[in-house]
């Protein structure tokens, strides 16, 4: 169940994008359940212990996925075979791409592991 607070960000997409990225914020909220759910920059973001550990935010043709500059730069090779593009902060997955959950376990377990004697919001 995608956290209530995320639902907003949903009202503007069509049914097939809602689906599309209610698969990502379920699977996430299904392997990470203790990750605390927010809303910042109109980016919902997920925080585990007060540190951010990834941001999914809907776009028009995308969405994007957000793992903090570190997290693109050691998944940059991984993040362009599985076919994505990416900027400095984001990569971004067409809603009629599949998704490599593999890769975003991949990253989401590295900033967890990254940032786990962190006591700040960003790195």
């Known amino acids: 169940m995608v956290k209530e607070i995320f639902k907003k960000s949903l009202d503007k997409l069509n049914d097939e ?5 209610t698969k990502v914020y379920d699977w996430i909220e299904n392997h990470y359940p203790d990750f605390e759910g927010q809303v910042k920059w109109r980016t919902p973001l997920y925080v585990k212990e007060g540190s951010f ?3 999914v935010k809907p776009a028009k ?8 500059p570190k997290g693109i730069e050691v998944f940059s090779d991984k ?7 990416h900027e400095k902060m984001t990569f971004k997955i067409k809603y009629d791409q599949a998704v490599d959950y593999d890769l975003l376990k991949e990253i989401i377990d590295f900033n967890i592991e990254d940032k786990k004697d962190l006591d700040t919001f960003w790195r």
Not at 79 to 85: D, E, L, N
């Open 79 to 85: 993040i362009k075979a599985a076919g994505y593009s």
């Open 17 to 21: 994008q809602k689906a599309a990225i």
């Open 61 to 68: 043709h995308h969405f994007s996925i957000n793992p903090e």
């Open 53 to 55: 550990i990834i941001g």
